[in-house]
């Protein structure tokens, strides 16, 4: 095969493994999720600046606001789709280094109609200086596939806004032990990053006994996500890869001067999973770095690491104060399922059940926002706390919103 020519393709910057990357993705588009007509299923609230924005500092945007967001290394669109069906307001740019993947990237977001403005270009997220700057940055499991993480990391660092949020996924050494040997054994068989090696590796998982732990591992962990061919060859046939524990991960963003700001999956790393009594207490007891290792020790099953990151020390607001919390905007997580109505999910896809109070808050909200769209507002109004048309004490409908906010139903913002 002839590799993919990117000085012509005007890639400009990219390191060593760009026209080999380049090249496996053009055979394999990455992800290999189904093209279908209409919106996203369901919805992921790590591309939705808001709810994100709420998630890593407990304050959301006043309202759905015209951000620039930067999808770096966007493959065949999976997530530029959601970024643009969750922030119907931005301009996103979405970038990468496969004409094969980008070519049904735009096939898919021709086919889900999103309200956002998109643009794609194949780029390599070295070479984006002047493009910035982007209140969000999502580049998911793609600096691990360059020959040099590092720079990726400092080429995106400069094109965030001040303050802005950038969320990454990369590769974790400890639950990718077994991908690990069936790389390197498919590597002793000559397997190659093509259709045949493809069937080799499908044949070596099939060849192995039963009771051969890497064949129950994949079998248990991996076969239904390694069911489309594109992600079977993205896990076990890669010819570019990196992977971290928690400290050289730690390293990679004081390099690239960075601040980490929270695991994106934060019940993972949850000691309450694992320890109780005696031992939680001593846990608890632990800097939050140290906390992080202990579970990072405890669970062997931890395959990446997906976080937040600014350039900005950003503060946190837990709405304790009832003066800042009535000055408050109200608005309805857009990442919820089963609204209207008692029984949801939650941002994180797990039940959560609103007791009366709650819901009838939440249509008291939902029926102003309904009335400020009917009157076609140019710009939304802000709702606040006083403007519900409720008959309960102060005390109350604080305790309500709060509770509600706490369990991610409820974004609150804050005017400057």
Known sequence: MVKPDFEAAGLGATDKATPVVGAFYDRFPYPGDPLQDGPPPGYNWRWCNRAA??????????????IRILDAGCGTGVSTDYLAHLNPLAEVLAVDISAGALDVARERLKRSGPPAQVRFEQRSLLDLAGEGPFVHINSVGVLHHLENPLNG?????????????????????GG????????????????ASDGEGLRLGRELLNQLPEQNRLRQRHEQRWAIDTSADANFADMYLHPQETSY???RLWQLVEEAQL???AFSNREQWNLARFLQGELLERAQALTQQQQWLLVEAL????????????NAELPWESWGSNETLWQATLERNSCLWGWPGKSLLDQDLKPLSLSNEQFEFMQCLDALKSLDAAKNAAEAVPVRLKDLNLDWEASKISAIARGLWGAGVLLLGLEN
């Open 53 to 66: 924005r709420s998630y890593c500092t407990g304050v959301a945007p006043i309202s759905p606001a015209k």
């Open 259 to 261: 601040t980490f700001l």
């Open 153 to 173: 990391l400092k080429a995106l660092a400069p094109l965030l806004a001040p303050g802005g949020l950038l969320h990454l996924f990369l590769y974790a050494d």
């Open 176 to 191: 990718r032990w077994e991908i690990h040997r069936i790389q390197r054994s498919l590597a002793l068989l000559g397997a």
């Open 245 to 247: 524990n928690l400290q």
């Open 299 to 310: 669970d062997p099953d931890i395959s990446h690491f997906e976080f937040f990151l600014s």
